[in-house]
């Protein structure tokens, strides 16, 4: 009978073959195939398609310089951010744990004690005075847990997949971050226009209260007229403080996004500008491009990697585990005799541990991270649908706007047309005061749609843009926007 043959040393056999093998359990990752369509059921007019237009910085696509540095403000301060990056430190720090419980610990003791043994002691006989006596070591200990089944290279898997869907989140914050960045600067226009336009109505109806007063003490309309002048201009005069508070807290939401308090943007915001309007040319690229852009869908199916990782830890907890140990050192009576040849001592061990009967504790661990990563395949699943649905949702919902703003911008312009022919008919008396009166709400209420529609055209494209996931740079090898 050989050495290796021998019934006490089985588990170095077992230890050797796991090494030289490099066994590990549980299933090897792999990213779930996925059917996407060609191409996107809502088409955009052929003028509307550049592929020239970079998505990572689309903002760039409506020319305003405001709007551009609102989102490196944000970029810097955001406090979303911050969290997010914790939450990469946090995994990363994870990582390195699980890389860390694959290597060997070393550590070093040393010690120095006096002893007094009883009379009753080893070392004095009963009845007798036993001396007390000094020892002194100092030692280097080791200790290997040997990773046979790959539990620890599967723990170190999964943390490297937890670690990439940390950095994802990051950039699904940053793409939402820019969208509500945006979308509230877009909104901060739309209500500043508004009130332009009520100020500008509430002085054209002053206006015409005023001729009306004029002609009811010249005797040439009615009082009817005059009452229904000032009522005119007492519900356009209502709107201004709802149009101011809705603008005031427009500008506290978006200085919170850039992580300023809610009033420091009152001053770069004082002056009115225009909706931004976005150039006719937009890059959509294809469905494929979802499962490469989308953070959301990223960090899903990094998720799932972190899961089907997880099988393996639990499954090579029904295996036999294999501990080294040693320590080398000194030890001596006498601190003069410490470091002699005589002191040296030193102890090598090898102990395994294999549970035999655990009440299914780890079967039932096996099935439970099994139906995780069922859910998290689920979950991805489910995450790619709903971004399909959220881009369809937002091309229709763009397309479509563009043709109603479209007709709105037709209407205003007839409407101004009709208004002014309108009051040059009842100055001169050919018709009624009504018909002015309707003139004017009818071009009030195509002003206010208007200015609505655009906002809405903005704001869809905005939309549209987030949904394909542009914000970042999929070449940059670190998140766009650390503050580390």
Known sequence: MTYFDRPSNIFIRVLIAALVSGCTVGPDYQRPTTDLPAKWSTELP???????????????????????????????????LYQAEARIREARASRDLAIA???????????????????????????????????????????????????????IESAEAGLDAAEEDL????VSLYAEVAINYIDVRRYQNELIVAKESLKAQQENYDIAYWREQAGLVSRVDVLQAKQSVETTRADIPKYTSLLEQAKHG??????????????????????????????????????????????????????????????????PSFDLSGSIGVEALAAANLYTAAAKAFQLAVSSAWVLFDSGRIRSNVKMQTALQEQALGLYQNTILTALKEVEDSLIAYTQERQRCDALKASVTIGKDALTLAEQQYQAGTAD????????????TAQNQLIESETEVASNL????????GGWNQNEAKPVGTHS
Request: aromatic share 6%; no cysteine.
């Open 46 to 80: 052929n003028n509307q398609m550049d592929g020239k237009q970079n998505p990572q910085v689309w903002w760039q696509s409506f020319n305003d310089a405001l709007l551009t540095s609102l989102i490196t403000q944000a970029r810097l301060g955001n406090r979303d």
């Open 101 to 155: 419980n694959i290597l060997p610990s070393l550590s070093m003791n040393a010690s120095a004690s006096k002893n007094q043994p009883s009379n009753a002691s080893r070392f004095g006989q009963v009845g007798q005075f036993s001396s007390a006596y000094n020892q002194f070591s100092h030692s280097l200990d080791a200790s290997w847990e040997v990773d046979l089944w790959g539990k620890q290279r599967r723990s």
């Open 171 to 174: 950039r699904d914050v940053l």
């Open 254 to 319: 978006l200085a919170v996004l850039l992580g300023k308090q809610p009033a420091e943007l009152n001053a770069l915001l004082a002056q009115s500008a225009p909706i931004p309007a976005a150039s006719n040319s937009i890059a959509i690229g294809i469905p494929a491009d979802i499962l490469r852009q989308r953070p959301d869908v990223r960090r899903s199916e990094r998720e799932l990697a972190a899961q089907t990782a997880q099988i393996g830890v639990a499954e090579a907890a029904a295996y």
């Open 433 to 444: 005061f009504l018909t002015v009166l309707e003139s004017q709400q009818s071009l009030l």
């Open 462 to 469: 905005v939309t549209l843009y987030k949904a394909l996931g």
